[in-house]
């Protein structure tokens, strides 16, 4: 057997929704640049699950979709208020999202109406789970979706209580957009795992998140704003980063598994944070990044991938650092279901196998005598 660590390399499954070759990332055949530039996030949910754009009717049903199905389970809303209030919102997020199929009476039902059905309502729920913890636990009454602003607005309108800026509704929705999709990462091949199973779609949703949330994966956003905020300063980052590399420690949001030579969609977030720093005035958070980026490719040659700007991008929004993997979640939801969909569609159990290195002849020795 031949063992390919990490599976780097394996081709797996095939899929029609996002493909990554020569490090340009497209969504249905559309460009990620494109996209990025022109559509908005609804726009491209549908696009994930469709397989091509929406008509304006379309769009606008899409859209009342998700407006009808944000708000979540009383129930819900109440176990939310008795977790801990440190508990870490990607933990409330994967818990909260199994329990949403305890109230959703198709859970079980796995025709493709009702999977359909199944991923708009997890879309439209998870900005409401988001943004209910983060106010519960600051001791603030959560806010009820507002219907007709559309699905970013509203994320910043339930986290805040106030309308957000035009700029800032661009700005994250844009993010969204760059998160939506990437072929076979590591919370998508979890959901695709356990979809193979033919288990549920809640099932395959939660196994996402919990995939999603490691810092090699989703959760390096929040420990890049991390490793910001502990250098605090432009003149201690050379020191900082060297110390780290001589650790052999990995420098958060830099290097990828599939792009050696850069993710097409930091060039976007690089730019964002760029222009969040000039509105905001502050553009600490922003030097120190490009300075960063500048350092890390000098001393290991590694660019940065999505996670990277997203950090700072974020924290201009005025956006926690413990919510940047749960809007991560968010956004990716899209296409976690829409993979979820294609597996179902074709489905083979995925089981690949191991190559056995522990002991062998081993004889049974009685517990008395051992
Ligand atoms: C949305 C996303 O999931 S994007 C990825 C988010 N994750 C991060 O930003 C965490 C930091 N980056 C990493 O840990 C890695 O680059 C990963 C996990 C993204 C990819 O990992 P792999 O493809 O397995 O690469 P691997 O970890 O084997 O790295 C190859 C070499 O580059 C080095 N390297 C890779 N990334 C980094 C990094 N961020 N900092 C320092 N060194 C790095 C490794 O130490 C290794 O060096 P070596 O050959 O001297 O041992
Ligand atoms: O593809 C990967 O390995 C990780 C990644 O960039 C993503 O999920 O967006």
Same mark, same amino acid.
Do not use: S, W
């Given at each position: 057997m031949t063992v390919a660590k990490g599976l =780097? /390399?394996?081709?797996a499954v095939t899929s029609e929704i996002s493909s990554i070759v020569d490090s340009v990332l497209t969504y249905r055949g559309y460009n990620i640049d494109e996209l990025a530039d022109y559509s908005t996030f609804e726009e491209v949910a549908f696009l994930l699950w469709n397989g091509r754009l929406p008509s304006k009717a379309e769009l606008d049903q899409l859209k009342r979709e998700l407006d009808e199905n944000a708000a979540i389970p009383d129930a819900l809303l109440e176990q939310l208020k008795i977790f @801990?209030?440190?508990?870490?919102p990607m933990s409330v997020l994967r818990t909260a999202v199994s329990a949403l199929a305890l109230y959703d +009476? =198709?859970? =079980?039902v796995q025709t493709v109406e009702a999977n359909r059905k199944k991923a708009i309502k997890l879309t439209a729920k998870i900005p409401t789970i988001v943004t209910a913890f983060a106010r519960i636990r600051q001791g603030l009454d959560p806010v009820a979706p507002k219907a007709g602003i559309g699905f970013a607005a509203n994320f910043l309108y339930m986290l805040n209580g106030e309308d957000p800026s035009e700029v800032a509704v661009k700005a994250f929705d844009k993010a969204l957009i760059l998160h939506a999709d990437h072929e076979l990462n590591a919370s998508t091949f979890a959901a695709r795992v356990t979809t193979g199973t033919l288990a549920d779609m809640y099932s395959a949703i939660t196994s996402a998140i919990s995939a999603l949330k490691g810092p090699l994966h989703g959760g390096a956003n929040e420990q890049v704003m991390a490793t910001l905020e502990d250098i605090g300063s432009l003149d201690r980052i050379e020191s900082v980063i060297q110390a780290k590399l001589d650790n052999k420690e990995k420098i958060m949001g830099f290097g990828h598994r599939v792009y050696k030579d850069g993710d097409p969609r930091a060039k976007h977030l690089r730019e964002m944070s760029r222009q969040l720093a000039e509105q905001k005035g502050n553009t600490l958070w922003y030097e120190m990044s490009t300075k960063i980026e500048q350092l890390v490719y000098e001393k290991k040659g590694l660019k940065p991938n999505v996670d990277f700007y997203s950090a700072s991008v974020y924290t201009y929004l /005025?956006? @926690?650092? +413990?919510l940047f993997t749960p809007i991560f979640a968010m956004s990716r939801v899209t296409g976690w279901t829409a993979h979820v969909l294609e597996q179902y569609a074709n489905n083979r159990l995925i089981r690949p196998r191991a190559e056995y290195t522990g002991l062998t002849n081993q004889s049974y020795v009685p517990i008395d005598q051992r």
């Open positions: =780097e /390399g394996v081709v @801990p209030k440190t508990a870490h +009476d =198709e859970a =079980e /005025g956006i @926690p650092r +413990d």
